[in-house]
T-cell receptor
């Protein structure tokens, strides 16, 4: 099956710092999405980004489908950005394969 | 922005009982999904549903589970005879189309605790 690898597995940032999260996948995909899981376990949709670049406030993401990776950027991080960031890819039929996530802790 | 709504946010049930997790997908979406995340593990696909029938299901989705769209707005996951290992976060998702090239919207989840 498809492999979805995220790095780094853990990240600790000082408030105000920037970060880059990476997602590598092993096969061509129809769809790629980024999610933030907050400390209460809730899953928050961040980006639908099968290719190209998108920005939403302090967050942005880029997917280079031909090279099978996606990057998510957080600028000027805040404590509320803490949680786990998941990348998920979809091959077809709506079945997503999730990565193991990057656990982000932003300290004041 | 439209949301997928899941209720309740947290449900506690006794082992052996039946539970129904509820989801209200985005109104013009046609494809519906359930996912599960056991604590500390990956989010895993359970089932996809379209046109009032199951499109795909994973090996996790055995006879203990069933899904239903009882009316035009709700999408439910029923778990019969719950076991301790069914404790997990359950996420509902919907999309306007299937087969990729569409954004999928996930709900914030229901935490199921089986005691």
């Amino acid at each position: 099956g498809i492999q979805v690898e995220q790095s780094p597995p853990d990240l600790i940032l000082q408030e105000g710092a920037n970060s880059t999260l990476r997602c590598n996948f092993s096969d061509s995909v129809n769809n790629l999405q980024w999610f933030h899981q907050n400390p209460w376990g809730q899953l928050i949709n961040l980006f639908y980004i099968p290719s190209g670049t998108k920005q939403n406030g302090r967050l942005s993401a880029t997917t280079v489908a031909t090279e099978r990776y996606s990057l998510s950027y957080i600028s000027s991080s805040q404590t509320t950005d803490s949680g786990v960031y998941f990348c998920a890819v979809e091959l077809g039929g709506g079945q997503f394969y999730f990565g193991t996530g990057t656990s982000l802790t932003v300290i004041p | 922005e439209p949301e997928v709504t899941q209720t309740p946010s947290h449900q506690v049930t006794q082992m052996g009982q039946e539970v129904i997790l509820r989801c209200v997908p985005i109104s013009n979406h046609l494809y519906f999904y359930w996912y599960r995340q056991i604590l500390g593990q990956k989010v895993e696909f359970l089932v996809s549903f379209y046109n009032n029938e199951i499109s795909e299901k994973s090996e996790i989705f055995d006879d203990q589970f069933s899904v239903e769209r009882p009316d035009g707005s709700n999408f439910t996951l029923k778990i019969r005879s719950t076991k301790l290992e069914d404790s997990a976060m359950y996420f509902c998702a919907s999309s306007p189309g299937g087969g990729g090239h569409y954004g999928y919207t996930f709900g914030s989840g229901t935490r199921l605790t089986v005691v």
